[in-house]
T-cell receptor, first 112, second 115 residues
Framework: GDSVTQMEGPVTLSEEAFLTINCTYTATGYPSLFWYVQYPGEGLQLLLKATKADDKGSNKGFEATYRKETTSFHLEKGSVQVSDSAVYFCALSDQGAQKLVFGQGTRLTINP | GAGVSQSPSNKVTEKGKDVELRCDPISGHTALYWYRQSLGQGLEFLIYFQGNSAPDKSGLPSDRFSAERTGGSVSTLTIQRTQQEDSAVYLC?????????????FGPGTRLTVL
């Protein structure tokens, strides 16, 4: 079945550091890929998405590129802020299916 | 406009009791989803509704779990004879179904604790 594997956490960085959270997937079809974020005390919200190979999703300084050849969708940000501290989930929805399949989540803490 | 709302926000129950969790999706969203977030299992899909029908129930963990949706809007997830392993945060989400990559909007969740 479909699955998503994320970089193990927790991840702790200093403010202005470069961030990468790795995400790889297994899917039978051609999935859409997502990063969702859960800030402390808040609900899950969409951060960015890509629906086909080579698409780049971006939002709030975060980027991720859909790489079909490596089945990856790594999340990157050039300079993180304390306000980026949250749990990040990589997810996919497979062609023809509406449900989201999530990775295990990566807790990110940014220290000032 | 209003987001997805869920009630109750917290529910503590005794093992063996039945519980009902409610979800009010965003008005006009035809698709509704239930997920479960627990420490051991992460975020798991439970069931998907399109209108009032449930074309995908594949994530329901046992026949103690059921869900319905009425009027294409409110949904209720029912857990019968609760067990301690049912303790988790139950999340509801809704979306328009327009094509690939539809964004799902999540509610704040119901934290269920089974003693």
């Amino acid at each position: 079945g479909d699955s998503v594997t994320q970089m193990e956490g927790p991840v702790t960085l200093s403010e202005e550091a470069f961030l990468t959270i790795n995400c790889t997937y297994t899917a039978t079809g051609y999935p859409s890929l997502f990063w969702y974020v859960q800030y402390p005390g808040e609900g899950l919200q969409l951060l960015l998405k890509a629906t086909k190979a080579d698409d780049k999703g971006s939002n709030k300084g975060f980027e991720a590129t859909y790489r079909k050849e490596t089945t990856s969708f790594h999340l990157e940000k050039g300079s993180v802020q304390v306000s980026d501290s949250a749990v990040y989930f990589c997810a996919l929805s497979d062609q023809g299916a509406q449900k989201l399949v999530f990775g295990q989540g990566t807790r990110l803490t940014i220290n000032p | 406009g209003a987001g997805v709302s869920q009630s109750p926000s917290n529910k503590v129950t005794e093992k063996g009791k039945d519980v009902e969790l409610r979800c009010d999706p965003i008005s006009g969203h035809t698709a509704l989803y239930w997920y479960r977030q627990s420490l051991g299992q992460g975020l798991e899909f439970l069931i998907y509704f399109q209108g009032n029908s449930a074309p995908d129930k594949s994530g329901l963990p046992s026949d103690r779990f059921s869900a319905e949706r009425t009027g294409g809007s409110v949904s209720t997830l029912t857990i019968q004879r609760t067990q301690q392993e049912d303790s988790a945060v139950y999340l509801c989400a809704s979306s328009l179904v327009l094509g690939r990559g539809d964004e799902q909007f999540f509610g704040p969740g119901t934290r269920l604790t089974v003693l």
